[in-house]
Structures are given as structure tokens and as C-alpha cells.
């Protein structure tokens, strides 16, 4: 139950899912994982669990590739934990980076460091008698993974700016804020994983509730005007508003997400919208009760419709509003200007205003491993041993090697380039390409994303060539299924997985990722894909008018229509 | 024959009872004639039997050969019912019986004993010979100065206690007062031959004795420890065996294991084959072409020479392709290899037993070859070989299940020595060689000692790591078919959990239908300190303990040479600490349960 009025009309009807069952009769997310963690006879989680290890930071996966063959075999699917660590804004010190190298190494099936779009690093690969060990190492080097995953709000983004490094150190210092602000209090995780005591207490949610929230929830804090983070893919978003350098207050957008349901006219993705300004003393009563409205109004009946976007849909953005200012008990001001003009991260050093070098490294689709002739994870171990600053994953998968000092830059550069890091014959179209990771370890991959991408941008690059335009570039992103996790729906052209070699092919999102692109090609194979992009591309090519991105011609020249209102035009 | 012509010199009765019963004969009517016949025939009958049993004082006992044998993988037991056979066949009264089945105490009133026997692992007598072995060293074993005895010794040199316990029965024997028939002999694998032989010569040596007793009971023979209905069912067997079809050959470990384990499924349709959980197939299998290529290059003969194997001629491909043992090595092998190549190596290697059997140890004929090619005759070759054994698996179906199908868990093995790649004879064989929907000869080996319990409320605790799990697959199968109330507990090991798990899936659904009642597994290689089935029975031992006193049943499969030692002394320790007994005590209770044939093992 609500500790704030609840208006009926605005709650859906219905028999609640079995996940809201299940989350109730989780003592506070415990289940019994702690009985299946001594369960010798499976490598996975049962019942329940297999949901709950989520809201702890874990999915169960199984090596898919070889899911047959062990069938055959008469062995279960090599089950397996993919953990997502919590890291707002995405900063982890060097020492930090050489432990979780070594794990890496050590520890998981594959061997990788994966940097996410959700900027922060997963393990994939971890079995299961080395998941309590794994959570017990984590806190030795002060990170965990609580409610990176499940109905809660997840990591928190934040923009990262190296650049205006004042700025960014206090939206970062709000991005950690609102995190702890929205975590669980249950002392579950501590229990489980870390073997602290049980407390004899109450333990209640006052802000998630104790059913958790509908959907997952997704936050973040963006600097305009840079649009990293790609606010229309989050259900809540803090667009910092400075004046002379200074972090005065928020833009507050709600209601963005990416993730549909192929057949399903009711889902589609949706972009944020503006509930207002605030002004720093609020920000984490607003943060919290566009929770607790999204929370008590958020459909627990149909989970396809659960996330913050349909809610604020089925009641409209003014109620949404309304009712979190009676809960914060302040009214938002009108939003202050701001404006978008980039998304993709800004590689090679920089220079900050306080004087210290920052350098992006491209990492293509975030998967830090030594690869043949390409040694990155070693190279990235070599740089932390030495770094006296931080490293930043960013939330298009990439890293900062962030705060060198100037006596340093040519030894960081030298061991970058020396690893493979710094590759300067990676095309503008490489750099802005992305993929989720699905096939061999996400469950709900269609399609093959991550190890699809560099060979799709090698085509897409031989297009661009051979129809001229090599130098510019087409916001291009994959991912293996509607679910999101690739931001597909905020791409130029955008590919989500149907069946295995099969896509839907979206166009006419823009290079900021202030529009969703809308449906062009259906469930079709890559000769198709390409052909029809060969021909687009073509088109752009000769017909665009003056700096018109692919994204934009797309809709001008009425190949697809532009998506304004979701709801209505997406699936039009 | 009519009574008129009766004469005492024509019939066992004196002059004066033939009058009689011609007197008596002569006052009955036919009908009464008729009755009086079936009374005294049914009478003579009963009275037959009492005299195998209890000899009357009157008439002389019947001389009974007494043929007993102890065996590990049947090749024994065998040799005792040929020569049973034979013995009856030629008049004698014979009794062939497992040693297991013996009851020691008659052994005082043997008078003529043959003990047919295997050895196992470090000279240690085979599981079903244990408890005779030691009554026969105790002190109660009885002066047996009336015993005539002969013992026959099945072995392999290549081991170093090559027919130890046959030795330790024969020296026994006569220090208890038996004087031995015939010398014993003790033979190797290819033991054929010679056991005929040596068959031979003991019936020959007992002819006389034999020939004075009165008519002889040929079928009062039994065998237990034979299955009759396979027996009468099926007309194949190990000398006659079913040529079976292949119809699977499925890997069953992970792609990232050490180990290659098959699972084989073998269609039995047509062959009348029966076979209970706890029996083994017997495999013939055909050596591979590469390897018979690579000896007769080493050795400078053409694939078509052809050769005498026994009275059959053939080429010395065929021969060594179908017939002779190309992969175990053994000493025989070396010295008359040594010999047909004039290698003054080997012919040292032969002297010197220890070091033999370690150059042994893990090389291959190829291996021998190898190292020291010598340009010998096809004969040479083919006389320095011995006959290729059967390998026996033991049968993870049950019947009940999979009705005409067998299925086997066959390790592969397969390793790097030399510089080369090594494959195993049967299981490179079944894995690489025969294709699905191939034929594969195969008979059924009969295993009474190790058998589920008759009373299917009877709990039973299985200890199967590695390709130990393979006839408790067969037991799960029938007691899952069989709807038996008894609880299971499977106790599982190999190296790792995720690429070693045998049969995960099968075992997963059982325990989740409740037809497992508990599964322990130990995966030593996933954890630092390693942790084996043993380990996993002590942290358990006070269910277990439990589980024996309502009367479990236990079984052990696996490597006898290591895991069955392990799990024994863990055993020991769980009796010892769960039953408050000393070790001799818990020693006692163990031997209990094997007498009692609550305690079986199936080791290799």
C-alpha cells in the first residue's frame, strides 16, 4: 500500500502478473537463493530465484551456442551469471580496473570486462560456485551490484564531459545521490552475497514499496549539450541547467524507453518529455516520487505496458505531473533552455579546464579482450598500473582515460597505442556504431548483435565509399532483440533482431537521438539490407541539401514517416 | 523286460530278492502291476535325492567334483561350466558353484575340489571370492587330509600379482592336507587353449576314480549364479556371440572436458538377448586399419601374407585386424617379440620383471614396435600375438526401459605417449570406427553379484563415479518401470561439474520425480582441495549409517583400483563412528553385508 492518496482511475485493472506475486513472496528479495546457491546439482537458479538474482544484479544466461550440442550430451545448458556492476556515472579507479582484469582473467567463461551501454562494466560468464565469491570481492574493492537489473531503477547514468570538469564532478556527485537515494533497502544482498547478519527489523521500502516497481526504471543526469546518455531511452532524466559553470538546478524529462514487443501495437518506444525545472534542494524528492507516482500507478496487471512511458501515456503527462508535485510538495518551474547537438563520444585527448588530458578510447562494442594482434584488455591492465586518474566508461561503450596529467599523456598514449587501443584507421561510421551484446550469452537474443556489428560497418563503410560520402557517417546500431539494450531506436538506422540472420530495419532517427525512427524494412535478411541501403545511401548522397544527416533526408525526402508522437505514428 | 527273465546277474538285486519279487509280482492284476511300478518309481526317486544330499550308510557316496571359481569379469566362471560340462559329459557327477554361493563349511567333506579363479588389482581374490578366501586363511578352516584338489589361475602377466590368489588357494590347500590332482596352472588372458588342456588333463587323471562309482547323476549339475532364461532364450554368447547393430554413439561429456565418455545404444532386436541391471556386454571389436597398417610396415610384411592362427588360414591383416590383441601390451608379447627380432633390449626388458612392467605400463604393441622395428615373418608375428579378449561394459539400460536396445557409458580411451595418439581397442572402436547402423558382435556376461534387491521397498545406496554411473542407470530404469517404494541415493564424482556431469539431465528429472531420493555429487578438479565420492559419503555419514540400518543395500562401480579402496575405508569409518564399533567390529559389519549380499561391488 501507498503512503500517498491514490487516484483508482489512474490504476490498471486487472489480475495482477505473476511477477508482482513473485516479488511479494520474496521476503524482500531473498527467495531462497541462498538454498540454490548450495545446490550441487544444477548450475542454475530455480523457481523464483531465476527472477530474483536480477534485482541483485545478475540475469542467468547459458552459453547459447553450444545449448544443443549439450542437450545432446545430456548436460544442462552451461548455465552461467552475467553481472552488471553498479557504477553511477561510470568512474572506476585504476585499481579497481586491475582487480575486476583479474577476475575477468581468472574467474568468468569468457574472459572479458564488457562496457555497457548502461556505462558500466559486466562479467559474463560467472558460474555458480563463483558468484557469492565474486559479490565478496566486489565489496573488497567498493563496488556491488545491487538492482542493476529487475523492477528497481538501475545504474545511473551521467554524462561524461571531461572537459567541464566542474560541471560533471557535481552532476556526477548527483548521479551517486540518486542512486543511493533509490536503491533497496532491504539488507538482502548483504545477507546473501557479503554473509552479514541478519538484523531483527522491519524492513519496509519507502520508496521502491514492497513490491518493487513495475518495470525496470532507468535514470540519468545529462550535461547538455551533450546527449551521451540518450535521455529518450530513459524513464527519467536530470538535464543539468549551469549557469557560469555552476550547476544551479534540473530539467526533469520522464517517460523515455526503447523496448517493444514485435506484434504488439501497445508497446512501442517512446521519448522522454519535460515536466519542468528544479532547483538543486529537490532533486532527490523528485527523483524519488516520480518513483513513487510511476511506482503506485505503473500497470502491475500487463508488464508489455508497465514501464513509466505507457503510464504516463494511459494517464497523460499533466496528472503525471500534478501528482508528483503533491508528493514533493513544490511546483516545477517552466524548463529552462537546453538543446542537444551531439551523442557520440568526442575520441583522442582532450584537454580539461582543470588542466588535466583526457583521452576517449574507441573500444568497438565495449568488449575489453585480448583479441588477436589486438591485446586491448592487456593494454588497458598495462595503463591502469600506471594511471594516477580515473577511467570512465561512457554510455556508448567506450572509455576515458581520464585526469593525466601532462608529464604522463606521451606514456599513456605510447602503451595505448602499443595495445591496440588507439587505432586511428577506425572510421568516423565505426566510432559511431554500437551493438547490445545478445548472441552467445543474452537469453533473449533473436539475433546475433555484438559479433555481427564490425563486420555490418565494414559493408556499410564500403557503401558509404562507393557512393561517395566515405568521410560522413550514418548513426547505426544493432541489437538482438525490441528490448532495447543497443538504443536501436534512437539510431539513424536501426537493426533489431527477429530470427537468427533476420531484422527489422528502422530509419529516420537523428544524430542527437532526439527522434524515434520508424519501421522500413521487415524481418529481412542482410543482402537486402544492403541493397536497399546501397540505394538509400545513393539517394542521400546525391539529393541532400547542404550538412543534411542520413537520419533527416530519410524523412524529408518521405521514405519514412517522422515519428512524433509514439503512440500514435509508430506503428501508423 | 519281463520279470521271467529277470536274473540276478542282469540287475542290481540279489538272487534271493529277484525271487521274491517275482513271487510277489506273480498274485497282482495288471492294473495293481502298474500301480505297484509308479509307486516304486516315484519312491526310487525320493530316495535318489536324499542320497546326493545325505549318503545313506549302506550305499557308497556318489563321487561329486566339486568345481567352484571366483570371478571378476566371468572369464572364469566359464572355465568352471566347460569343464562341469565336460566332467558330466564323461559321467561324473559334478557341482559347479560361485564361491560366493559356497557355504564353507562343507568343505571338510570335499573330496575332490576345483577352484577355477581370477585375481584381482594388487593380488587381491575377486569380490565374490572374499569371504572364502578368508575362511579358507583363518583358523577356522578345517585339516583336509581326504581332499584331492586342483586349481586352475585365470590372469594377465602384465600385472604384477599375475594369478596370485589361484597361488594362495593351491599353497593353502595342501598346507590344510589336500593333495593336488593335477599341478596347477596359472594362465594369461588368452587363456583358451591351455584351459582346455589342462580341462583334459584333470578328467583324465579322474576317470578312474570316477568310473567306480555307481551310474552317474550327469544332470544333477547346477550352475547358479546363470541366468537360465538367458541361457534358454538366446542361442548367442561369448563363443557364439549376436552381431548387433549400432544405433548410437552420442558424446556425453562437454566440449571442454578431459574426458571423452559415449553414450552407446546398442538394438539387441532379434537376438533373444536378456539381460538384467547388473549384467555386462561382453564387446568383440575389430582393431583399427591404420594401426594394423603401421605394424606391418614396421615390420616388413605384406597385407596379404597369409598365416595359421590356431587351424584357421588367413592373411595377416585379417588376422590382426579381427582376431589378435593390438592394443594391450604384455609380457608374452615382449619376450617372444624379443625373441623374433633378435632385440637385445627387449630381451633384457624381459629379464628384469619390475622394470617390464612399467616399460608396459602405458605403451601399446605399436609402442613396442616402434621403438625397436625389427624385419620378422607374418607367422612370427601372428605367434607372437595373443587372441583378442572380449571387453566387457557393464549395461547402463535396464529391459524394462529400452526393452531390445543395451546401452552402454563407454570412456574412451584416448591419450598422447610417445609422441603419438593413442586409442583404446573396444572404446576407440565403438567412438571412432563404427559408424551408426554398423554391427558390433556382442553377447551378455551374467553378473549375480550385483543385483538390486528382490524386495523392491528395500532402499539401495549407489556409489558410481566416473563410468561407475552406468549400471545405476540400469537400476533407476528398473525400479523407475518397476514403481519400487525403496528410496535411491546416488553418489556421483568426476573432474568438473560443467563438461563431467553423466547423464545431469536423466539424473535432474529423477530427482525432481522423486524416483532419486538423494544425489550427491564431487567434482575434485572444480574445487582447490580436491573432493571425491568418498568425501562426500563421510560428510554424509550419518544418513548413511541411517540408510544401512533400515537395511540399504550397497553398491560400489567404478576404478577398484583407487575409488572402491576409498569409498570401503570411508564405509569403515562411517560404521565405526556412526555405530560406536571398533574397527574390527565395523570390519565385521561390512563383511555382513557382502555375506549377506547386501554390500556388492563392480569394479575394474
Not at chain 1, 531462497?32 to 548450475?43: A, C, M, P, R, V
Not at chain 1, 572479458?112 to 573488497?140: A, C, E
Not at chain 2, 549318503?55 to 571359481?69: G, H, I, K, R
Amino acid at each position: 500500500m501507498s503512503q500517498y492518496p491514490v487516484n483508482p482511475e489512474f490504476v490498471a485493472p486487472g489480475k495482477l502478473s505473476d511477477n508482482e506475486r513473485l516479488k511479494a513472496e520474496s521476503d524482500h528479495l531473498r527467495g531462497t537463493i541462498t538454498s540454490d546457491l548450495q545446490n550441487e546439482i544444477t548450475g542454475g537458479f530455480t523457481g523464483d530465484n531465476f527472477m530474483l538474482i536480477r534485482f541483485h544484479g545478475m540475469y542467468q544466461q547459458d552459453d547459447r551456442d553450444i545449448r544443443a550440442e549439450r542437450a545432446a550430451q545430456k548436460l544442462e545448458p552451461l548455465h552461467n551469471v552475467m553481472l552488471r556492476a553498479r557504477m553511477p556515472g561510470g568512474i572506476i579507479t585504476p585499481t579497481q580496473w586491475l582487480a575486476i582484469d583479474k577476475f575477468a582473467a581468472e574467474h568468468t567463461l569468457y574472459g572479458s570486462i564488457r562496457l555497457t551501454t548502461r556505462q558500466t562494466f559486466q562479467f559474463h560468464g560467472v558460474l555458480k560456485p563463483n558468484i557469492k565469491p565474486m559479490h565478496q570481492f566486489l565489496n573488497s574493492i567498493g563496488i556491488d551490484s545491487i538492482a542493476t537489473a529487475g523492477d528497481v531503477n538501475r545504474n545511473v547514468l551521467c554524462t561524461s564531459n571531461p572537459v567541464e570538469s566542474e560541471l560533471h564532478q557535481q552532476a556526477y556527485q548527483w548521479a551517486i545521490k540518486i542512486s543511493e537515494h533509490l536503491l533497496p533497502k532491504t539488507r538482502a544482498y548483504a545477507e546473501i552475497w557479503l554473509d552479514e547478519e541478519k538484523v531483527e527489523t522491519t524492513e519496509t521500502e519507502p520508496v521502491l514499496g514492497d513490491t518493487y516497481l513495475p518495470r525496470k526504471f532507468k535514470t540519468t543526469v545529462v550535461i547538455p549539450p551533450h546527449n551521451d546518455v540518450d535521455v529518450h531511452a530513459n524513464d527519467l532524466n536530470f538535464v543539468a541547467i549551469a549557469e557560469h559553470g555552476k550547476l544551479i538546478g534540473f530539467n526533469v524529462l520522464v517517460g523515455g524507453g526503447l523496448a517493444m514487443t514485435f506484434g504488439d501495437t501497445s508497446t512501442y518506444p517512446r521519448r522522454a518529455e519535460e515536466l519542468g525545472f528544479i532547483s538543486l534542494e529537490h532533486v532527490l524528492k523528485v527523483a524519488e516520487h516520480v518513483v513513487t507516482v510511476q511506482r503506485d500507478y505503473g500497470d502491475r496487471v500487463n508488464r508489455k505496458n508497465a514501464k513509466t512511458k505507457y503510464t504516463i501515456d494511459r494517464i497523460g503527462v499533466d496528472n503525471f505531473r500534478s501528482e508528483v508535485e503533491k508528493r514533493v510538495g513544490v511546483a516545477f518551474e517552466p524548463v529552462r533552455p537546453y538543446a542537444f547537438t551531439s551523442r557520440g563520444d568526442r575520441f583522442g585527448w582532450v584537454e580539461g579546464i582543470d588542466g588535466k588530458h583526457h583521452l576517449t578510447l574507441f573500444i568497438e562494442n565495449g568488449r575489453v579482450l585480448d583479441f588477436p594482434g589486438k591485446p586491448l584488455k592487456t593494454g588497458l591492465a598495462e595503463i591502469a598500473k600506471i594511471h594516477q586518474g580515473d577511467l570512465r566508461m561512457t554510455a556508448n561503450q567506450n572509455l576515458i582515460i581520464a585526469g593525466v596529467p601532462l608529464e604522463q599523456k606521451a606514456q599513456i598514449e605510447q602503451l595505448a597505442r602499443q595495445y591496440g587501443l588507439l587505432d586511428d584507421s577506425h572510421s568516423e561510421q565505426r566510432k559511431n556504431s554500437m551493438a547490445c551484446v545478445s548472441f552467445p550469452t543474452c537469453p533473449l537474443a533473436m539475433a546475433e548483435a555484438e559479433r555481427y556489428l564490425p563486420e555490418l560497418v565494414t559493408k556499410v563503410e564500403g557503401l558509404l565509399s562507393k557512393n561517395g560520402v566515405a568521410d560522413d557517417h550514418i548513426v547505426l546500431r544493432v541489437t538482438g532483440c525490441p528490448n532495447g539494450c543497443g538504443r536501436a531506436m534512437l539510431a539513424e538506422v536501426g537493426l533489431v533482431g527477429r530470427a537468427p540472420g533476420k531484422y527489422n530495419v528502422y530509419l529516420g532517427g537523428n544524430k542527437v537521438g532526439t527522434r524515434i525512427p520508424k519501421l522500413f524494412l521487415d524481418n529481412v535478411a542482410e543482402a537486402e539490407i544492403l541493397a536497399q541501403l546501397d540505394q538509400l545511401i545513393g539517394r542521400w548522397a546525391t539529393e541532400r541539401q547542404a550538412g543534411e544527416d542520413f537520419g533527416d533526408f530519410v524523412i524529408r525526402s518521405g521514405v519514412v514517416a517522422e515519428v512524433k508522437v509514439s503512440k500514435t505514428d509508430f506503428h501508423a | 523286460m519281463l520279470l521271467s527273465s529277470l536274473v540276478a546277474q542282469a540287475s542290481p538285486l540279489s538272487e534271493q530278492q529277484v525271487k521274491q519279487l517275482q513271487g510277489l509280482v506273480s498274485q497282482l492284476n495288471p492294473i495293481q502291476q502298474a500301480w505297484v511300478s509308479g509307486y516304486l518309481a516315484a519312491s526310487a526317486q525320493l530316495a535318489g535325492q536324499s542320497v546326493a544330499v545325505a549318503p545313506s550308510a549302506v550305499a557308497a557316496p556318489a563321487a561329486t567334483l566339486t568345481v567352484l571359481y571366483g570371478s571378476q569379469t566371468g572369464n572364469a566362471k566359464h572355465v568352471a561350466q566347460d569343464l562341469g560340462k565336460a566332467a558330466s559329459g564323461k559321467g561324473f557327477t559334478v557341482k559347479v558353484q560361485d564361491l560366493a554361493e559356497y557355504k564353507a563349511a562343507n568343505l571338510k567333506n570335499e573330496r575332490f575340489l576345483v577352484i577355477v579363479t581370477s585375481t584381482y588389482g594388487e593380488g587381491e581374490p575377486p569380490e565374490n571370492a572374499i569371504s572364502f578366501y578368508n575362511f579358507l586363511f583363518s583358523k577356522k578352516a578345517p585339516q583336509l587330509p581326504e581332499l584331492r584338489y586342483a586349481v586352475l589361475g585365470l590372469g594377465d602377466t602384465s600385472y604384477e600379482f599375475f594369478c596370485k590368489t589361484a597361488q594362495d588357494f593351491d599353497q593353502r590347500l595342501a598346507e590344510l592336507g589336500g593333495k593336488a590332482i593335477i599341478a596347477r596352472a596359472d594362465l594369461d588372458v588368452d587363456y583358451g587353449t591351455a584351459a582346455a588342456n589342462w580341462q583334459q588333463q584333470l578328467i583324465t587323471t579322474l576317470e578312474p576314480e570316477f568310473a567306480q562309482a555307481p551310474a552317474a547323476t550327469a544332470d544333477v549339475i547346477s550352475w547358479p549364479g546363470v541366468s537360465q532364461t538367458a541361457a534358454a532364450e538366446s542361442s548367442y554368447s561369448k563363443q557364439q556371440p549376436f552381431s548387433a547393430e549400432l544405433y548410437t554413439n552420442q558424446k556425453i561429456t562437454g566440449r571442454d572436458s578431459s574426458k571423452d565418455v559415449r553414450h552407446i545404444e546398442i538394438s539387441l532386436a532379434g537376438s533373444g538377448l536378456r539381460y538384467q541391471p547388473g549384467d555386462a556386454l561382453g564387446v568383440y571389436f575389430s582393431n583399427d586399419p591404420q594401426l594394423v597398417k603401421e605394424l606391418l610396415l614396421l615390420t616388413g610384411i605384406a597385407a596379404n601374407t597369409p598365416v595359421l592362427l590356431g587351424t584357421e588360414r588367413l592373411t595377416i591383416s585379417d588376422a590382426l585386424t579381427e582376431q589378435l590383441e593390438l592394443t594391450q601390451s604384455y609380457p608374452a608379447f615382449v619376450d617372444k617379440y624379443a625373441k623374433a627380432s633378435g632385440s637385445e633390449v627387449l630381451q633384457a626388458l624381459v629379464a628384469d620383471k619390475t622394470a617390464l612392467r612399467s616399460y608396459l605400463s602405458e605403451r601399446q604393441i605399436i609402442d613396442i614396435v616402434r621403438e625397436h622395428p625389427a624385419l620378422i615373418s607374418a607367422q612370427q608375428l601372428v605367434d607372437a600375438l595373443r587372441k583378442q579378449q572380449p571387453r566387457l561394459y557393464s549395461i547402463a539400460s535396464s529391459q524394462a526401459e529400452v526393452e531390445d536396445e543395451v546401452h552402454l557409458t563407454v570412456g574412451v580411451v584416448r591419450y598422447e605417449a610417445y609422441g603419438k595418439p593413442h586409442l583404446g581397442g573396444a572404446s576407440g572402436f565403438l567412438a571412432e570406427r563404427l559408424a551408426e547402423g554398423g554391427s558390433i558382435k556382442v553377447f551378455v556376461e551374467t553378473n549375480n553379484n550385483f543385483r538390486l534387491p528382490e524386495n523392491d521397498d528395500t532402499p539401495v545406496i549407489m556409489i558410481g563415479p566416473g563410468t561407475g554411473i552406468a549400471p545405476f542407470r540400469a537400476f533407476l530404469q528398473e525400479r523407475d518401470v518397476r514403481a519400487a517404494s525403496g528410496k535411491n541415493w546416488l553418489f556421483f564424482g568426476n573432474p568438473h561439474f560443467t563438461q563431467d556431469f553423466l547423464y545431469q539431465v536423466e539424473l535432474q528429472n529423477y530427482l525432481k520425480q522423486g524416483l532419486l531420493t538423494r544425489l550427491d555429487v564431487a567434482f575434485s578438479r572444480d574445487t582447490a582441495e580436491k573432493v571425491y565420492v568418498q568425501h562426500k559419503l563421510l560428510k554424509h555419514g550419518a544418513e548413511v549409517w541411517q540408510w544401512l540400518e533400515q537395511g540399504a543395500h550397497l553398491y560400489i562401480c567404478g576404478d577398484g583400483a583407487r575409488m572402491a579402496k576409498d569409498v570401503h575405508q570411508a564405509l569403515l569409518t562411517i560404521v565405526q563412528q556412526q555405530g560406536g564399533k571398533d574397527e574390527k567390529a565395523a570390519q565385521q559389519y561390512l563383511d555382513q553385508l557382502r555375506i549377506a549380499k547386501r554390500y556388492q561391488k563392480d569394479v575394474y
